[in-house]
């Protein structure tokens, strides 16, 4: 069982930045490939940002490629995501999703657990 619980949203103006943090209490945690997805009101959830167990590897959406950065701590058992240059199309509910994986996935079925999700909103 992995329990994830993201933090760090909240509203921040156009060309701000924010850094959400998502704690994962599982044993191991190296083991578990690491996402960020996000849902837009009346939208479905997509693909944010990747990272491998070790943190060597990493993925992103297009159009957050030079803009966002995901991170992960094992130490810890965190992963970050740092992001700048917001603008109102990145307002949403962020998720955090684990996946007992070696590889990383960009889609939410390659995820078994999953955070409840925080707020981000953008303000132009």
């Known amino acids: 069982q992995v329990t994830l619980v993201e933090s760090g949203g909240g509203l921040v103006q156009a060309g701000g930045s924010l850094r959400l943090s998502c704690a994962a209490s599982?044993?191991?945690?190296?083991?578990?490939?690491m996402g960020w997805f996000r849902q837009a009101p009346g939208k479905e959830r997509r693909f944010v940002a990747a990272?491998?167990?070790?943190?060597?590897?990493?993925d992103y959406e297009d159009s957050v490629k030079g803009r966002f950065t995901i991170s992960r701590d094992n130490g810890k058992n965190t992963v970050y995501l740092q992001m700048n240059t917001l603008n109102a199309e990145d307002t949403a509910v962020y998720y955090c999703a684990a996946s007992r994986s070696i590889r990383i996935g960009t889609t939410k079925d390659g995820y078994t657990y999953w955070g409840q999700g925080t707020q981000v909103t953008v303000s132009s």
């Open positions: 599982v044993v191991r945690f190296s083991m578990y490939a």
């Open positions: 990272i491998t167990g070790a943190g060597g590897e990493t």
